[in-house]
């Protein structure tokens, strides 16, 4: 069955960079589009980043463009988030979204 598997969060300075990861399993993600969501303490959850299922098509929240960046891999079955110039508004759990299956999440402090 399909399984997503994000990775890579932490605790991060002000300024600082992440690399998220989503990997994906009991699934070809090749045809797909595929997304990046996060919920802050306390707020709903939001759409931050998706791509298209050739990667040539990206979309981004208003309140990252320009400082994250989302690809994938469909050799490796998995999808990333690089994220740039962290702030702590970002501070969040950050989950990837596929055909109606959500991952565990993985927690992102930007804090100093």
């Known amino acids: 069955h399909l399984q997503l598997v994000e990775s890579g969060g932490g605790l991060v300075q002000p300024g600082g960079s992440l690399r998220l990861s989503c990997a994906i399993s009991?699934?070809?993600?090749?045809?797909?589009?595929i997304g990046w969501f996060r919920q802050a303490p306390g707020k709903e959850r939001e759409a931050v980043s998706c791509?298209?299922?050739?990667?040539?098509?990206?979309n981004y929240a208003e309140s990252v463009k320009g400082r994250f960046t989302i690809s994938r891999d469909n050799a490796k079955n998995t999808v990333y988030l690089q994220m740039n110039s962290l702030r702590p508004e970002d501070t969040a759990v950050y989950y990837c979204?596929?055909?109606?299956?959500w991952g565990q999440g993985t927690r992102v402090t930007v804090s100093s």
């Open positions: 979204y596929l055909q109606g299956n």
């Open positions: 009991g699934f070809t993600l090749d045809y797909y589009g």
């Open positions: 791509i298209s299922s050739s990667g040539g098509s990206t």
